[in-house]
């Protein structure tokens, strides 16, 4: 048997960064007969999920000093033999991959948003590998002389043994919008609120996930404002395993989001066979959805609001988007595929 390779996930924490159930997925789907895979935290190392053995966990705290950090992480790959880092970290900085040149190391990070800068340029220069998830991104990050052989286009997959169609369908009376995802200014639930006034009474919207105060202080007093607590219901956090029963209470999934990468919600509500709305928030989405493939792309307050009226008023219209929707994923959107692409790129570099 060949050696196996040695994988370095690395995020900021499991408590707050949006990556970490794509990363957790990866992780526990690698085939263990050729890779061995750790993951490293700089903070919170006591919200490890249960799913990561306990010797696969690794905590760096950032020091005040750079060139300490550095130092550190290029120690600890050279006692952990590592063959690979593959970074989730949303941040610009260069550490991780200037620890990776000292050590030896292949260094390789996903590009998950659309931020771009000096910064971000100098860490693609710096890596040998970048992973984008958004076809969008290569015209607009790499296409360059620079960078352009050294990327690849691996989007994100959902867990199709998990993410799949149930019938739990409450409230047959009542048309239910849901939005799943942190209640904050970048995520626009606001619009919602302001298109469900022009809405049929019928039509409902649930909030699920994480708020931001401010933010969240401007929904309650619009809802106050237009009397809408009946129509409106805002709910918590929501642990990703029980996603797949909400999203079966839902008729249609929006993401009215200003910016987004390829947003794996639209996947997993797809996947589910709950149609989506969605704003071209970025250019993911409209991959996504294909042309028409499982939803529709909305372009203003007014086209949101048509396409609403649509599936309210044609339930074959929107019975024939959830077939579609999860033909979608299951050509095209696969954890599994994911996991093979990575691997693939992986033995590639090594």
């Known amino acids: 048997m060949s050696k196996k390779i040695n994988i370095l996930f690395t995020i900021p924490n499991f408590k707050t960064a949006g990556s970490q159930f794509v990363l957790l997925a990866i992780y526990n789907k690698l085939d263990r007969n050729k890779f061995n895979s750790k993951i490293l935290v700089e903070k919170f190392p006591d919200c490890f999920p249960k799913e990561v053995a306990k010797e696969d966990q690794l905590f760096l705290p950032l020091q005040e000093k750079p060139s300490l950090y550095i130092k550190k992480l290029s120690g600890l790959l050279k006692k952990n033999k590592i063959d690979v880092v593959h970074s989730w970290d949303y941040k610009s900085n260069s550490l991780e991959a200037l620890a990776c040149r000292i050590a030896g190391v292949k260094y390789i990070y996903t590009k998950k948003n659309n931020a771009w800068s000096k910064r971000w340029f100098v860490k693609s220069i710096l890596s040998h590998h970048i992973a984008y998830d958004n076809p969008d991104m290569f015209r607009r990050f790499f296409d360059t002389i620079w960078l352009k052989n050294k990327v690849t286009f691996i989007p994100h997959g959902v867990d199709i043994s998990v993410f799949k169609p149930r019938k739990v369908k409450i409230n047959a009376d009542k048309f239910l919008i849901g939005c799943i995802g ?92 709950v149609p989506v709305l969605s704003s071209d928030s970025g250019g993911g989405a409209r991959y996504i959805v294909g042309a028409n493939q499982g939803g529709f792309i909305f372009t203003s307050e007014e086209d949101f609001i048509s396409k609403i009226k649509l599936l309210l008023s044609n339930p074959e219209i929107k019975n024939k988007l959830s077939e579609k929707a999860i033909q979608r994923v299951q050509n095209n959107f696969t954890l599994q595929a994911e996991v093979s692409a990575y691997e693939r790129l992986y033995k590639k570099l090594i």
């Open 182 to 273: 942190v209640i904050g200014e970048n995520k626009n639930q606001l619009f919602l609120l302001k298109a469900l006034l022009k809405l049929p009474k019928v039509v409902n919207v649930v909030l699920y996930g994480r708020s931001d105060e401010s933010y969240l202080k401007k929904i309650t007093s619009f809802i106050e404002k237009h009397k809408l607590q009946e129509r409106v219901t805002i709910q918590g956090f929501i642990e990703n395993k029980k996603i797949p029963e909400i999203l079966a209470t839902f008729d249609v999934l929006a993401l009215v989001s200003e910016n987004e990468g390829l947003p794996v919600t639209l996947l997993e509500a797809m996947a589910c066979g």
